[in-house]
C-alpha cells in the first residue's frame, strides 16, 4: 500500500488552557509524528474533516460547551472509520468524573492522567496510529471491492448487452430462415400445383377445342372420348384439390360411427385388384374392435392410398398385412404429438415387405408434393392428404420403417362415444324426376355455376328461382314463392349462405337447405355446422349427386 498523506495521521489537540497543547505538540515532534493545535472545539471539528490520526483532547475543553458538532462529526465517520481520542485528564480532577460519561458518548477514547511521561504519550499516540493504519488499509479494501464489484458489474452490463443482441441477431437469423423454408415450401406447393393442373387444364382445353372444331365441321362421330377425356381431366383436378384440401385439413368431413373392420372387409376385394399377384394380402381384424369415429368416404381413400403406396414398395412381390386394433394411448405418448388428447382410439395399420424408407424420407413423408417416384408416377399428396384427413379427425399417423425391411403406417382414430344412430333405410323408388310444381331457391354468386345448376334441375322439371346473393334472396323467402328446397354456396359475398339460412328458417321453420361449397373452413367438419334438415356437398360434384341429394331433401320434407 502507498505511504498516506501526513494530513491523514496527525493528530488534532484541543488543550486551551495552560501549555498542555504546546507541550504536546512538542512531543509528538520530537518523535517524529506531525500535528496542530486548536483553540477551540469548533476549529477541531473542521480540521478533522480535512484529515486526522487522532484527537488529543484535554477534558476541561469538553466541560460547559456544546459538544454536538464533535459528536455529529463522529456519528458521521463512515463504516470503516473509528478515530482515535486520548482524552488528558488529571488525577482526582472534577472531570474525572466526566470521563467515563464522555466515553460513551465518545467511542475509541483511550484516558490520559496528567502530569503524564513523554513515553506514555508517545506510545499511546503510536497504538492510536497503528489503528488507524488498519482502518485506512479497510477503507482501501473496500474501495478496490467497491471498484471490483463495479467492473463487475460493467462486465456482466457489457454481457448482457451482448447476449440481448446476439440473442436478437440469432432470432433474426431464425425468422429469416424460417421465412425462407416457408417460402421454399410455398415454392415447392405451388410449383406441384402449376405442374398437376397444367396436365389437367390441357386436357381439359384441348378436349373442348377439339369439339368445338368438330362441331364446327359437322364432324359428329367420335364426341365421346373427347368428352371422356375432358371429364376425366377435370375428376383429376377436382380430385386433387379435395387431396390438397385434406392437406390442410379444410376438407368437408361427413363424420359419423364407422366400424372399421366392416368397411376394410368390404373393400378386400378392391385392395386386392389393387395389388400385383406376387403379393399377398392379409387381414389381421380385431374381434373386440371398438366403433370409430370418421368420415367412411375419406377413410376408404386413406387406405386405398397405403396399399397401393405399399404395393409400389414391393416390386419383386411380398406381403400386405391390413391390421385393426384398440389402442389407449396416455399422455407420454400424446405428449409428442401437440393437439392430439390421451384416450381411447382404434388403430388402422398396413404393414409391408417392401424397400423401406431411411430416416431422411420419413421426414418429409407428409409434405406437399414431396415423392419419390419417377416424374408422372406420383404427386406426392397420398401421405400429406393422409396426414390431414388423421389430424382433422382429431387423431393422428405415425410412420415406422426399416430400409430393407419394410414400412408399417398407423392411422389413429378416436373412439366414437354415445348411441349409434341407426341406418336410414333407402328407397329404390326414389325417382330424380320431380313432382309438380316442386320448385327450388338457388343462391350462388357464380354465373356459371348458377346456370349449370338450373338447367340441371331444370331438364329434370324443377322450377327454380335465382339469386346471386342473399340480399337479393331474402325478398324471394318473405315472399309467397313456393320453396321446396333453398340450394346455396357457404361463401356468397356479403351474408354467407349459413346466415342466409337462420333468417330463412325463422320465417319458413321447415326450409330445407342444400349446401354447396368449394372450401368453408367453418364448414369443414359438418357437426356442428349442419343443423336437422341441412345437407352439404363440396364443389365440383356431379349432377347425379345433386339430383339424388334434391329428390332424397324434397321428398323428406314432402311437397308444399
Not at 376394410?264 to 376385394?269: D, L, R, S, Y
Not at 339460412?501 to 369443414?524: C, S
Request: net charge negative; aromatic share 4%; hydrophobic share 40%.
Amino acid at each position: 500500500m502507498s505511504s498516506l498523506p501526513a494530513v491523514s495521521e496527525r493528530a488534532i489537540i484541543l488543550a486551551p488552557l495552560g501549555r498542555d497543547s504546546s507541550l504536546a505538540l512538542m512531543m509528538l515532534n520530537e518523535a517524529g509524528f506531525s500535528g496542530i493545535a486548536a483553540t477551540n472545539l469548533p476549529m477541531l471539528c473542521e480540521e478533522a474533516e480535512q484529515g486526522a490520526g487522532l484527537l488529543i483532547i484535554a477534558a476541561e475543553a469538553l466541560l460547559g460547551v456544546g459538544l454536538e458538532p464533535l459528536l455529529d462529526y463522529l456519528h458521521q465517520q463512515p463504516a470503516w472509520s473509528d478515530l482515535p481520542i486520548v482524552l488528558l485528564t488529571h488525577h482526582g480532577g472534577c472531570e474525572q468524573n466526566a470521563s467515563s460519561h464522555l466515553s460513551a458518548r465518545l467511542g475509541n477514547i483511550t484516558l490520559l492522567e496528567r502530569p503524564f511521561h513523554p513515553v506514555t504519550l508517545i506510545s499511546l499516540v503510536s497504538t492510536a496510529l497503528r489503528g488507524r493504519r488498519r482502518q485506512y488499509e479497510a477503507r482501501d479494501r473496500l474501495i478496490d471491492l467497491s471498484q471490483s464489484e463495479l467492473r463487475l458489474q460493467r462486465t456482466l452490463e457489457t454481457l448482457e448487452q451482448q447476449v440481448e443482441e446476439r440473442t436478437a441477431q440469432l432470432r433474426t437469423n431464425e425468422e429469416a430462415l424460417r421465412q425462407s423454408q416457408k417460402m421454399e415450401a410455398v415454392g415447392q406447393l405451388t410449383g406441384g400445383i402449376a405442374h398437376d393442373f397444367n396436365n389437367m387444364l390441357t386436357g381439359i382445353i384441348g378436349s373442348l377445342e377439339l369439339l368445338r372444331r368438330r362441331l364446327a365441321r359437322g364432324r359428329l362421330d367420335d364426341l365421346d372420348s373427347l368428352i371422356d377425356l375432358g371429364v376425366t381431366s377435370a375428376n383429376r383436378a377436382a380430385g386433387l384439390t379435395h387431396r390438397l384440401l385434406a392437406f390442410s385439413r379444410r376438407q368437408s368431413l361427413d363424420s359419423k360411427p364407422v366400424e372399421i373392420n366392416q368397411l376394410v372387409t368390404a373393400m378386400g376385394e378392391l385392395l386386392q385388384r389393387s395389388l400385383n399377384e406376387s403379393i399377398v394380402l392379409q387381414m389381421q381384424l380385431d374381434g373386440q374392435l371398438w366403433t370409430a369415429e370418421a368420415d367412411p368416404n375419406q377413410l376408404e381413400s386413406a387406405l386405398l392410398n397405403l396399399a397401393l403406396n405399399a404395393r409400389d414398395a414391393m416390386p419383386d412381390g411380398g406381403r400386405l398385412v391390413v391390421q385393426t386394433r384398440n389402442r389407449h394411448l396416455d399422455n407420454m405418448f400424446t405428449a409428442a404429438y401437440g393437439t392430439l388428447t390421451p384416450g381411447d382410439y382404434v388403430e388402422l395399420s398396413v404393414s409391408d415387405t417392401g424397400c423401406g424408407m431411411p430416416d431422411t424420407v420419413i421426414s418429409r413423408a407428409f409434405d406437399p408434393f414431396f415423392t419419390t417416384k419417377p416424374i408422372g408416377q406420383g404427386t406426392g399428396l397420398g401421405l400429406s392428404m393422409i396426414y390431414g384427413f388423421a389430424r382433422q379427425s382429431h387423431g393422428h399417423v405415425t410412420i415406422h420403417s426399416v430400409v430393407g425391411q419394410g414400412t408399417t403406417v398407423s392411422l389413429f382414430l378416436p373412439r366414437f362415444v354415445g348411441e349409434i344412430p341407426a341406418d336410414m333405410p333407402h328407397d329404390p323408388t326414389l325417382l330424380p324426376f320431380a313432382n309438380c310444381g316442386e320448385t327450388v331457391l338457388i343462391v350462388e354468386d357464380d354465373p356459371a355455376v348458377r346456370v349449370l345448376v338450373s338447367q340441371v334441375l331444370s331438364e329434370l322439371g324443377y322450377a327454380f328461382v335465382e339469386a346471386s346473393d342473399a340480399d337479393s334472396a331474402l325478398p324471394i323467402i318473405e315472399s309467397s314463392q313456393r320453396i321446396d328446397l333453398l340450394i346455396s354456396d357457404v361463401g356468397l359475398p356479403g351474408m354467407n349462405g349459413r346466415q342466409l339460412a337462420e333468417i330463412g328458417r325463422q320465417i319458413r321453420p321447415d326450409l330445407k337447405v342444400l349446401f354447396i361449397t368449394g372450401y368453408a373452413e367453418h364448414a369443414a367438419v359438418r357437426g356442428g355446422f349442419l343443423d336437422p334438415g341441412m345437407q352439404l356437398i363440396t364443389k365440383p360434384f356431379t349432377f347425379d349427386l345433386l339430383t339424388a341429394k334434391v329428390r332424397e331433401m324434397i321428398r323428406a320434407s314432402g311437397s308444399g
